[in-house]
């Protein structure tokens, strides 16, 4: 399993259009084989912050749809990126 979590940093006044502007991808990447979980969120407290959050059944599953996803000219809006990729190899409840 892989999971890729961190944050974005956009321009305070841009943040809820950057997020809105993200709803096709997450729609569909939440509907691509592989694809266990997509979010992408306005956090609550910093103004210029956006969460992400992905969680995919494999690096195979991740890299089809990297490669298949529109372009939407978010990426010029991104400030500043601190999101990692971990690598699960085993999971269960808390």
Do not use: K
Request: charged share 25%; aromatic share 6%; proline share 4%.
């Amino acid at each position: 399993m892989i999971i890729i979590a961190g944050r974005l940093r956009v321009d305070a006044a841009e943040r809820d259009a950057y997020v809105a502007g993200c709803a096709e991808v997450v729609a569909q990447a939440r509907t691509t084989t592989g694809c266990l979980d997509f979010a992408l969120s306005a956090d609550p407290v910093e103004p210029d912050r956006v969460n992400v959050y992905e969680r995919w059944e494999s690096e195979e599953a991740l890299a089809r749809f990297r490669g298949s996803g529109p372009d939407t000219g978010q990426t010029a809006l991104i400030r500043e990126a601190d999101v990692s990729t971990y690598r699960i190899t085993g999971a269960g409840a808390p």
